[in-house]
């Protein structure tokens, strides 16, 4: 059962821009903040941003600045507004339910598919 549906990804320039959407079934979205996380070829899995069902969101200082993370109730989905895309910005990124903030260490139990990202240089 698919309870987290990426999409979004793609290849871009540096200092270009993607968004990334995530769609959650009601249930999901309206109890629990949305995480996105990253991971790059041979690196481990890194948080990158969390918005919580209030809307007050929160970043890596690898992002700050230039990504904004965001939920729509009306369409169960979150998002995470990337700009001035870099090159080391390039990885999977993943969507993931986050039943607290306490939990952005070790990432909920439930994650997206994932949504490849590349910056080419």
């Known amino acids: 059962q698919v309870q987290l549906v990426e999409s979004g990804g793609g290849l871009v320039q540096t200092g270009g821009s993607l968004t990334l959407s995530c769609q959650a079934s009601e249930t999901i979205f309206k109890e629990n903040a949305m995480g996105w996380y990253r991971q790059a070829p041979g690196k481990e899995r890194e948080w990158v941003a969390a918005v919580t069902i209030w809307d007050r969101s929160y970043y890596a200082d690898s992002v700050t600045g230039r990504f904004t993370a965001s939920r729509d109730k009306s369409k169960n989905t979150a998002y995470l507004q990337m700009n001035n895309l870099q090159p080391e910005d390039t990885a999977v990124y993943y969507c993931?339910?986050?039943?607290?903030?306490?939990?952005?260490?070790?990432?909920?139990?439930?994650w997206g598919q994932g949504t490849q990202v590349t910056v080419s240089a």
């Open positions: 993931n339910v986050l039943p607290g903030l306490e939990w952005i260490r070790r990432g909920g139990d439930i």
